[in-house]
């Protein structure tokens, strides 16, 4: 809440304004941020960094920020505040630079790194930072000294969760899951092969997100994995939820995108971000309602009440491109039992088959075989119509002769 003051006729008048929802705040620079991250103790004190070595600072809740001087030109991707004693605060990014600070980044300083390849992101906690290639550095000295670890895959790796429980995640779905505290990692297979770009600060949750609308989610720590609806296409780049409250999940993303759900997932729901601009970070901590994310063109979005109303679909006409061609979307619920929902769009008229094969690429069942016109279909798929046994299944969509990408879903009995 920011009071102002006016003074009138002799008689001071103080009038209260309270923001709602997302808003903007003022930034000194007009360059990509990629990474926001705050106290985790007071989330008036804040960080962002982004393109060019640029590292932006606010003490006051970001009613202003201070440009730090952060000696390097590469770009950063993440920074992160690291819950220890003396709270230091990481950076790291392009050509393999990790940067630290322990005076609120009034002086950044360079550590050693053990490799040249890009880092991508850097763990709150346990000291794990993960990047192309699929390298994994650590740290057992609070940072002052890394190591490369041995990673199981060579695919670039976006974004790392280094507490309860471990995951990398990157390129072409993959998920790595660690244990001895980071020291090993193993692959968790997905299912999918888009793209995945965020986890949130704790791996507890056991959520990521990426290209197309792609949320996954995992129910036995990693060991299988299912889709949630999240109502867009659009690329998902970071997630995050309160620790006091881990049903309520955020999600931003491209052209403004901001999703929330209050209920673990069950549901989701849009919020106004008021911007265009692609959001590549969002943070939440203790606080349920305080909240920042930041973006390209030096975007930097803050909420004091959880982000506002959240609304549907139906309330966003304008928020889903249509494509040209046809789009198949994820089922929902997924997993399920008896009944799921699959949803497709077709842009022109035309031969439309719809089918599901069993993990062996067998042809089990078939949904569709007919004309149709232009326009969104739903398909109600129930269990009592097809003897389908517990397990993994992809359907695909077919228009002409064309073959959409597979989805995947999962039948519990």
Same mark, same amino acid.
């Given at each position: 809440?920011?009071?102002?003051?006016?003074?009138?006729?002799?008689?001071?008048?103080?009038?209260?304004?309270?923001?709602?929802?997302?808003? =903007?705040?003022?930034?000194?620079?007009?360059?990509?941020?990629?990474?926001?991250?705050?106290?985790?103790?007071?989330?008036?004190?804040?960080?962002?960094?982004?393109?060019?070595?640029?590292?932006?600072?606010?003490?006051?809740? $970001?009613?202003?920020?201070?440009?730090?001087?952060?000696?390097?030109?590469?770009?950063?991707?993440?920074?992160?505040?690291?819950? *220890?004693?003396?709270?230091?605060?990481?950076?790291?990014?392009?050509?393999?630079?990790?940067?630290?600070?322990?005076?609120?980044?009034?002086?950044?300083?360079?550590?050693?790194?053990?490799?040249?390849?890009?880092?991508?992101?850097?763990?709150?906690?346990?000291?794990?930072?993960?990047?192309?290639? $699929?390298?994994?550095?650590?740290?057992?000295?609070?940072?002052?000294?890394?190591?490369?670890?041995?990673?199981?895959?060579?695919?670039?790796?976006?974004?790392?969760?280094?507490?309860?429980?471990?995951?990398?995640?990157?390129?072409?779905?993959?998920?790595? !899951?660690?244990?001895?505290?980071?020291?090993?990692?193993?692959?968790?297979?997905? %299912?999918?092969?888009?793209?995945?770009?965020?986890?949130?600060? =704790?791996?507890? /949750?056991? *959520?990521?997100?990426?290209?197309?609308?792609?949320?996954?989610?995992?129910?036995?720590?990693?060991?299988?994995?299912?889709?949630?609806?999240?109502?867009?296409? !659009?690329?998902?780049?970071?997630?995050? =939820?309160?620790?006091?409250?881990?049903?309520?999940?955020?999600?931003?993303?491209?052209? $403004?995108?901001?999703? !929330?759900?209050?209920?673990?997932?069950?549901?989701?729901?849009?919020?106004?971000?008021?911007?265009?601009?692609?959001?590549?970070?969002?943070?939440?901590?203790?606080?349920?309602?305080? %909240?920042?994310?930041?973006?390209?063109?030096?975007? *930097?979005?803050?909420?004091?009440?959880?982000?506002?109303?959240? /609304?549907?679909?139906?309330?966003?006409?304008?928020?889903?491109?249509?494509?040209? $061609?046809?789009?198949?979307?994820?089922?929902?619920?997924?997993?399920?039992?008896?009944?799921?929902?699959?949803?497709?769009?077709?842009?022109?008229?035309?031969?439309?088959?719809? !089918? *599901?094969?069993?993990?062996?690429?067998?042809?089990?069942?078939?949904?569709?075989?007919?004309?149709?016109?232009?326009?969104?279909?739903?398909?109600?798929?129930?269990?009592?119509?097809?003897?389908?046994?517990?397990?993994?299944?992809?359907?695909?969509?077919?228009?002409?002769?064309?073959?959409?990408?597979?989805?995947?879903?999962?039948?519990?009995?």
């Amino acid at each position: 809440m920011i009071k102002y003051l006016f003074i009138v006729c002799s008689v001071l008048i103080f009038v209260s304004v309270s923001h709602a929802g997302w808003f =903007f705040q003022t930034s000194p620079v007009s360059s990509d941020l990629y990474s926001v991250n705050f106290n985790h103790g007071n989330d008036n004190i804040v960080w962002a960094c982004g393109e060019d070595g640029v590292i932006l600072y606010s003490s006051n809740g $970001g009613v202003n920020w201070i440009l730090q001087n952060s000696g390097t030109t590469n770009d950063l991707f993440a920074i992160v505040f690291m819950e *220890i004693s003396g709270g230091p605060v990481y950076a790291c990014g392009e050509n393999g630079i990790i940067l630290r600070t322990s005076d609120n980044g009034f002086n950044w300083t360079i550590v050693p790194s053990p490799s040249g390849k890009t880092l991508r992101d850097i763990s709150d906690f346990n000291f794990l930072t993960v990047g192309e290639s $699929g390298v994994i550095l650590k740290s057992t000295n609070e940072g002052l000294n890394w190591f490369a670890v041995s990673s199981p895959t060579i695919k670039n790796l976006y974004a790392v969760s280094g507490t309860f429980g471990y995951y990398a995640v990157g390129e072409d779905g993959i998920i790595l !899951k660690g244990i001895s505290q980071g020291m090993s990692w193993d692959i968790s297979p997905s %299912g999918v092969t888009n793209n995945l770009y965020g986890v949130p600060l =704790f791996g507890s /949750t056991n *959520i990521t997100v990426g290209q197309n609308g792609l949320i996954l989610r995992s129910t036995n720590f990693g060991g299988s994995w299912y889709s949630q609806n999240s109502l867009t296409q !659009k690329t998902i780049r970071s997630v995050e =939820f309160s620790v006091n409250n881990t049903s309520r999940i955020y999600c931003v993303g491209d052209s $403004g995108l901001i999703l !929330k759900t209050t209920n673990e997932g069950v549901d989701w729901g849009f919020q106004h971000s008021g911007t265009d601009k692609d959001l590549n970070s969002v943070f939440f901590y203790l606080n349920d309602n305080i %909240g920042y994310a930041v973006g390209d063109n030096g975007t *930097i979005l803050k909420t004091t009440d959880g982000g506002g109303l959240i /609304t549907s679909a139906e309330a966003h006409p304008g928020l889903e491109n249509i494509p040209s $061609g046809y789009t198949l979307r994820q089922n929902y619920p997924n997993p399920f039992n008896p009944n799921t929902q699959i949803r497709y769009l077709l842009s022109e008229n035309g031969l439309v088959r719809l !089918k *599901i094969y069993d993990v062996l690429g067998d042809e089990v069942a078939v949904l569709v075989n007919e004309k149709q016109n232009k326009g969104n279909y739903s398909y109600q798929l129930s269990t009592v119509n097809y003897q389908l046994s517990s397990g993994i299944y992809f359907y695909r969509l077919e228009v002409d002769g064309m073959l959409s990408e597979a989805k995947r879903m999962v039948l519990l009995k």
